[in-house]
């Protein structure tokens, strides 16, 4: 006998709507809620028309007495379709039903005894419930831009969680997401494979993002359409795949089934094996089983300690912090490194030796050397940190040890040059004279490069790469040198290109460690707009070095290799005075007299349209 099974509210619906399906069928009519004297053979089903809140009343009863069903489509039973991967059309519902001859034994999810169709949503997991229906692209980016907003209040809460009887780990989350199967919600879709509705277990997700950074770059990368899972589970999120799980807080625990919110003092969450028998067929039946139903765990990445205690007491911040640890060593290695030593000394003392030896000897691997050599790289970092940290000690101590590094760098480049009876500009002297924007660039790369690098002891010892590239001992040595001359050109221009290295590592290495989570942006902001506007000042010369580099290569660029007069330009040259000096080779097919050069001249003063000083060589070509 076949039992239909709907709300008396409803006749109408059915009758218009299933009834004419049914027409060679014969069933019986049963308003839901039933007499609790009904009764079914084993030879019978129930054919269920009901929303999922009646659903989710009579399939644990349907499951305990062993009753076979069918579930038809309603406008109101979209978690339970969905969640149990069954057919939406009506017809085939019917014929599915009517040639089932081996009904299907399916697993249910239950939390405290509520059956969950799709999936258990555990404290703050605002963007990723269950969908209803199916969004396209943009829709899904105003859904995040929409949830977004209410981030800045998103928190951690305190979870302990057990399994079969024994605590696996006391940690904290923004919340726990529970589901049967892959397409139960956004993240379990990205983070599994098509898994069996049979296979006895369930996946629980922890979500414990320390910062909001990570947590938005997930879902700009959970937006990208694709059907393949992640390959690897973010850092962030636990992977709990069990038979049985209990979630208890140290307040009520707020949690969704389906949609309806809920609280208790605890969850028991448990699969119950092969207890529904469903006469129709569900799309994950036939999946394979690849992992057996057998139980993992994957909690590494969970916070713990202190680290729980810390994300508890606040919102989620924006940028990531650094544990009680981090702190610790990193800590213990910028202090060692501010305070001034003999060592530092003597280190400083040789590498500005090389350096100066190796400039006027027009030595790059020399000058290199002292690069490596070079520690004062050490005590910029810690001022970095003592910048954001505002920590007044280490920013003394830094300033000292850099004060008193760079002042005898002076001392002896200086030294070296009265000694030496050479004043000439090397080509790498020469190239320490006019820095511009592509410097700072360059000094804004390398503070970061040794901030982090001092922050990840494992990579530390690239920081002779970084000391190559901030290159800070030669331009001190070429600024040395210019006091041994009394050249006020050669040392302004040495120690701007100092000061420019200076003023980069220090901003932009306190910019990373602020990135990094060592430093509170209200702590730092000070400290940063300091070391801003000191940036600033000094970047308003090199903007002005860099304009004069552009326009050199515009005027040569526009005389390169022109003809004027039937004579060719070549090998133009630019040095700026009042007027400029143009130099150049003009080559003709014969000797060039003066007048015809001053007609060249006036081509050129037309051409770029100021007045110039030329400096000819005439070349005849053959």
């Known amino acids: 006998m076949l039992y239909l099974l709907h709300e008396s509210q409803e006749k109408e619906s059915v009758e218009e709507n299933i009834l004419?399906?049914?027409?060679?069928?014969?069933?019986?009519?049963?308003?839901?809620?039933?007499?609790?004297?009904?009764?079914?053979?084993?030879?019978?089903?129930?054919?269920?028309?009901?929303?999922?809140?009646?659903?989710?009343?009579?399939?644990?009863?349907?499951?305990?007495?062993?009753?076979?069903?069918?579930?038809?489509?309603?406008?109101?039973?979209?978690?339970?379709?969905?969640g149990l991967g069954v057919s939406e059309d009506i017809e085939d519902v019917i014929t599915q039903f009517t040639e089932c001859d081996n009904p299907y034994h399916i697993d249910l999810l239950f939390c405290n005894d509520i059956p969950v169709?799709?999936?258990?949503?555990?404290?703050?997991?605002?963007?990723?419930?269950?969908?209803?229906?199916?969004?396209?692209?943009?829709?899904?980016?105003?859904?995040?831009?929409?949830?977004?907003?209410?981030?800045?209040?998103?928190?951690?809460?305190?979870?302990?969680?057990?399994?079969?009887?024994?605590?696996?780990i006391h940690t904290s989350a923004l919340g726990i997401i529970v589901v049967e199967h892959a397409s139960s919600s956004l993240i379990s879709k990205r983070l599994l494979e098509e898994s069996s509705i049979n296979d006895g277990a369930f996946q629980a997700f922890v979500l414990a993002p320390q910062n909001l950074m990570v947590l938005l770059w997930f879902f700009l990368r959970s937006l990208v359409p694709s059907k393949k899972t992640l390959t690897k589970l973010p850092s962030f999120i636990g992977k709990i795949k069990t038979s049985n799980l209990q979630v208890a807080g140290k307040e009520p625990v707020d949690y969704t089934i389906d949609?309806?919110?809920?609280?208790?003092?605890?969850?028991?969450?448990?699969?119950?094996?092969?207890?529904?028998?469903?006469?129709?067929?569900?799309?994950?039946?036939?999946?394979?089983?690849?992992?057996?139903?057998?139980?993992?765990?994957?909690?590494?990445?969970?916070?713990?300690?202190?680290?729980?205690k810390e994300l508890i007491k606040r919102s989620l911040p924006i940028l990531p912090r650094a544990s009680t640890e981090q702190f610790q060593d990193l800590f213990k290695v910028l202090r060692n490194n501010s305070t001034i030593s003999t060592s530092f000394m003597v280190m400083m003392?040789?590498?500005?030796?090389?350096?100066?030896?190796?400039l006027f000897g027009n030595s790059s691997p020399?000058?290199?050397?002292?690069?490596?050599?070079?520690?004062?790289?050490?005590?910029?970092?810690?001022?970095?940190?003592?910048?954001?940290?505002?920590?007044?000690?280490?920013?003394?101590?830094?300033?000292?040890?850099?004060?008193?590094?760079?002042?005898?760098?002076?001392?002896?480049?200086?030294?070296?040059?009265?000694?030496?009876?050479?004043?000439?500009?090397?080509?790498?002297?020469?190239?320490?004279?006019?820095?511009?924007?592509?410097?700072?660039?360059?000094?804004?790369?390398s503070g970061i490069a040794a901030a982090y690098?001092?922050?990840?002891?494992?990579?530390?010892?690239?920081?002779?790469?970084?000391?190559?590239?901030?290159?800070?001992?030669?331009?001190?040595?070429?600024?040395?040198?210019g006091i041994g001359w009394w050249d006020w050109e050669v040392f302004s221009g040495a120690i701007l290109l100092y000061a420019t290295n200076l003023a980069g590592i220090i901003l932009f290495g306190g910019l990373t460690f602020l990135f990094l989570g060592f430093a509170p942006f209200k702590r730092a902001k000070m400290g940063?707009?300091?070391?801003?506007?000191?940036?600033?000042?000094?970047?308003?010369?090199?903007?002005?070095?860099?304009?004069?580099?552009?326009?050199?290569?515009?005027?040569?660029?526009?005389?390169?290799?022109?003809?004027?007069?039937?004579?060719?330009?070549?090998?133009?040259?630019?040095?700026?005075?009042?007027?400029?000096?143009?130099?150049?080779?003009?080559?003709?097919?014969?000797?060039i007299a003066p007048q015809r050069i001053q007609e060249?001249?006036?081509?050129?003063?037309?051409?770029?349209?100021?007045?110039?000083?030329?400096?000819?060589v005439s070349a005849m070509e053959f």
């Open 259 to 308: 949609g309806e919110k809920k609280q208790a003092e605890e969850l028991n969450i448990e699969v119950l094996k092969q207890t529904l028998i469903l006469k129709q067929q569900s799309v994950y039946s036939d999946k394979t089983e690849k992992e057996n139903g057998r139980k993992s765990i994957k909690i590494e990445g969970l916070p713990t300690g202190e680290t729980r």
């Open 117 to 168: 169709f799709s999936s258990i949503n555990i404290g703050d997991i605002f963007l990723l419930s269950q969908r209803h229906g199916k969004k396209n692209f943009f829709q899904e980016v105003v859904n995040i831009i929409r949830n977004i907003r209410k981030a800045s209040s998103l928190s951690h809460h305190s979870y302990q969680i057990s399994t079969d009887g024994e605590k696996v």
């Open 528 to 591: 940063l707009v300091y070391t801003l506007v000191i940036v600033v000042l000094v970047a308003v010369p090199l903007t002005l070095s860099f304009d004069r580099i552009m326009q050199e290569a515009n005027i040569t660029r526009a005389l390169e290799g022109a003809t004027i007069q039937n004579v060719v330009l070549r090998d133009v040259r630019i040095r700026f005075g009042s007027p400029m000096v143009v130099s150049l080779r003009l080559v003709g097919p014969q000797d």
């Open 600 to 616: 060249v001249k006036k081509e050129i003063e037309k051409k770029i349209d100021q007045p110039v000083r030329l400096e000819v």
């Open 453 to 481: 690098a001092h922050a990840n002891e494992g990579i530390a010892k690239s920081l002779a790469g970084v000391a190559i590239a901030v290159a800070l001992v030669p331009p001190l040595a070429v600024a040395g040198i």
């Open 366 to 445: 020399v000058i290199i050397g002292a690069m490596i050599l070079a520690p004062v790289i050490s005590p910029i970092v810690s001022f970095s940190m003592g910048m954001v940290r505002y920590d007044v000690p280490m920013l003394k101590e830094s300033f000292v040890t850099i004060t008193a590094g760079t002042l005898v760098s002076l001392a002896f480049a200086a030294g070296v040059s009265l000694v030496i009876p050479l004043k000439v500009l090397t080509p790498e002297i020469e190239a320490r004279l006019s820095p511009t924007l592509l410097d700072m660039g360059i000094a804004v790369s």
């Open 20 to 82: 004419p399906v049914l027409k060679n069928i014969e069933y019986e009519p049963v308003s839901f809620p039933l007499d609790k004297e009904f009764d079914i053979d084993a030879d019978s089903c129930l054919l269920l028309f009901l929303p999922d809140s009646a659903l989710r009343e009579i399939i644990p009863v349907a499951a305990k007495n062993k009753w076979p069903i069918a579930i038809l489509p309603h406008p109101e039973n979209k978690f339970t379709s969905k």
């Open 349 to 358: 003392i040789l590498s500005t030796l090389i350096a100066t030896f190796g």
